[in-house]
């Protein structure tokens, strides 16, 4: 046990200047690295991808700055223990590390901010979900946003050389070179891998390393498994298969996925996919979606699963899709183009716009295309479900003008 700890640790790197990888945003040179070097403290959400560094640069740079680090997931941290953090501290410079920040809600969010303005301490977020939906504009305005990508092969062959070397693991480089590209950016799977075949003894003379490599007892990478379940899910949908899109949502949320993610994509996909054949797609979606936050798992999947199978057996249409997409091209290319006067919110506007429900079955004839954009068809139905009943109100209006 203690010799694999030792293999592990020499992985780690013991300084910035031992850091691999994310060269443009904290590489040699960059104001990050000059903050740290002539030790300016800094607060920053790091957003990226599993296994990309953006926790040993953390420790890193609470080394550099010559700080204690205090490290919580945001999953179990309240604000409670924040308050024990900083009361233990007492005014004296500490880093907090905060893992999975975007599930920090608005009240531990808010705490965070006098000691923010007031410099009480280093904060830094690590989160693998877009920090501009889940964190506030308060918080954001106070930090660097960091973006970190997924690690080249060539850098994880770096992290595998360096730490096998110290480790005193004698690997040959056609291994490294395979394992890196087996671990699809994720520095973290690799090392796993690499420490796993070594201590195994599965790597001797003419052994098939691609044979080897699948039966590797590590995690996959999950940040891509989570896009290839959540397209086949959605494509299951669209293929208007439910026992396959069932399939898929319970991987996807086997594997770890917020259900939450698994509701907001069913309530596109009503819009995108199924739109006015079945308005009330949207709605049994976005109560799935409500279900979720109000019930939770393990309850919550009963939801999850109607909807997807009422998704799924949904009349297909995707008019509402095509219509958003002509409507923005056509939006882009006459930014220019006057709002017809009538329908200008001024005294003259209101003196020549016709209310429709003052006239005979609530429609008027009326101009409410720009001139230059006079008889553009966007919406186009198909007539497909209930758009049927849209085709022929449509045709009814249609008929009116020609009177």
Request: charged letters at 20%.
């Amino acid at each position: 046990m203690e010799d694999t700890q030792r293999i592990f640790e020499a992985f780690e790197p013991s300084s910035l200047a031992e850091f691999v990888g994310q060269e443009t945003v904290v590489g040699p040179g960059s104001p990050l690295r000059k903050f740290a070097r002539d030790h300016v403290p800094f607060s920053a959400i790091i957003w990226g991808p599993p296994g990309c560094g953006k926790t040993t640069f953390a420790r890193l740079m609470a080394l550099e700055l010559g700080e204690e680090m205090e490290y919580v997931s945001a999953v179990s941290a309240g604000v409670p223990e924040l308050r024990q953090i900083v009361a233990r501290h007492a005014g004296h410079p500490f880093l907090l590390v905060v893992d999975e920040v975007h599930r920090f809600n608005r009240v531990q969010q808010d705490f965070l901010l006098p000691m923010l303005e007031n410099r009480l301490m280093t904060f830094v977020g690590l989160t693998t979900e877009s920090p501009y939906a889940a964190l506030s504009p308060a918080l954001r305005s106070r930090i660097f946003m960091l973006r970190f990508s997924p690690l080249a092969t060539s850098d994880i062959v770096r992290v595998l050389t360096q730490g096998s070397q110290r480790a005193g693991m004698t690997v040959n480089q056609t291994i490294l070179n395979r394992v890196a590209a087996f671990s699809s950016g994720d520095a973290r799977v690799a090392i796993n891998a690499l420490v796993w075949l070594y201590q195994s003894g599965s790597l001797v003379e003419g052994a098939d390393l691609n044979e080897l490599l699948k039966e590797v007892p590590v995690a996959k990478n999950f940040e891509q498994e989570h896009y290839d379940l959540a397209s086949a899910f959605i494509k299951s949908m669209r293929g208007s298969d439910p026992d396959a899109a069932l399939y898929y949502l319970a991987r996807m949320i086997d594997a770890g996925d917020d259900p939450l993610f698994a509701a907001r994509r069913m309530i596109i996909f009503a819009a995108e996919d199924i739109g006015l054949a079945n308005p009330f797609a949207v709605v049994m979606a976005t109560a799935a979606y409500d279900a979720v936050h109000a019930v939770g798992l393990p309850e919550a999947m009963l939801n999850l699963t109607e909807a997807a199978i009422y998704l799924a057996t949904c009349r297909k249409n995707n008019t509402v899709l095509t219509a958003m997409r002509r409507a923005k091209d056509l939006a882009a290319q006459t930014k220019n183009v006057d709002t017809p006067i009538q329908l200008k919110n001024t005294r003259a506007g209101q003196a020549l716009y016709k209310y429709p429900h003052t006239y005979p079955g609530n429609w008027v004839a009326q101009e409410y295309f720009p001139e230059e954009v006079r008889d553009r068809s966007i919406y186009l139905p198909t007539g497909a479900g209930y758009e049927r009943v849209i085709v022929a109100y449509l045709k009814s209006l249609h008929a009116k003008k020609g009177e």
